[in-house]
């Protein structure tokens, strides 16, 4: 069973950074594509920055020169490195794993997600 462990959350003010870790228990080469995801209080769970088994990366328009996705293969982890955070930006934020097909960013298309880690940006 592949285990995913997010870290990092936490409050912060706008303006502000923070970084996401996501422990993988498997060598992240046997993913295709991880990512983050994030679902605030009422909405829909969204992509927010996917990475490739190469280093590309997609990004939702929202986070586009603010937020950071990578990879590191010798640790079996992934980063989101966050700068420039909006209030906008508050939600639990989950790792994924291993791509199914369709959309990169849609979250029906990932099987194997950590347990979340909350981030809030007050104003």
């Known amino acids: 069973q592949v285990q995913l462990v997010e870290s990092g959350g936490g409050s912060v003010q706008a303006g502000g950074s923070l970084r996401l870790s996501c422990a993988v228990s498997i060598s992240t080469y046997s993913t295709n594509y991880m990512g983050w995801f994030r679902q605030a209080p009422g909405k829909e769970r969204e992509g927010v920055a996917i990475?490739?088994?190469?280093?590309?990366?997609i990004y939702v328009d929202s986070v586009k020169g603010r937020f950071t996705i990578s990879r590191d293969y010798a640790k079996n982890a992934l980063y989101l490195q966050m700068s420039s955070l909006k209030p906008e930006d508050t939600a639990m934020y989950y790792c994924a794993a291993q791509w199914l097909g369709g959309s990169r960013l849609d979250h029906r298309q990932y099987y194997y997600w950590g347990q979340g880690t909350q981030v809030t940006v007050s104003s």
């Open positions: 990475i490739d088994v190469n280093g590309k990366t």
